[in-house]
Nanobody, 124 residues
Framework: QVQLVESGGGLAQAGGSLRLSCAAS????????MGWFRQAPGKERAFVAG????????DYTDSVKGRFTISRDNAKNTVYLQMNSLKPEDTAVYYC?????????????????WGQGTQVTVSS
């Protein structure tokens, strides 16, 4: 089992920044590809960004490219999502997820473990 705990959500103004963190409970964290997903009210959960277990490859959904950056610190068992130039449409609950030996891809079905989520609200 891997427990994932997100933090760093909150309220930001449009154009502002937030950094989300996701701490994992297992020392084998470096063997997990990690992803960030988000779910806005009335919408399905959607892929935001992913990073492979080695930390050598990342992927982003088009709407956040150039604004969001995913990174990981295996020594701290933590993955981050730096969100800049926030827009009201970024408002959602953000979830991190872990996939054993994963590449951090966009398919939610490939992920084995999920966090509880953290709310991000961007005001215009």
């Amino acid at each position: 089992q891997v427990q994932l705990v997100e933090s760093g959500g909150g309220l930001a103004q449009a154009g502002g920044s937030l950094r989300l963190s996701c701490a994992a409970s297992r020392r084998s964290f470096s063997n997990y590809g990690m992803g960030w997903f988000r779910q806005a009210p009335g919408k399905e959960r959607a892929f935001v960004a992913g990073i492979n277990f080695a930390g050598t490859s990342t992927d982003y959904t088009d709407s956040v490219k150039g604004r969001f950056t995913i990174s990981r610190d295996n020594a701290k068992n933590t993955v981050y999502l730096q969100m800049n130039s926030l827009k009201p449409e970024d408002t959602a609950v953000y979830y991190c997820a872990a996939e054993w030996r994963g590449r951090g891809g966009s398919s939610s079905q490939r992920y084995d473990y999920w966090g509880q989520g953290t709310q991000v609200t961007v005001s215009s």
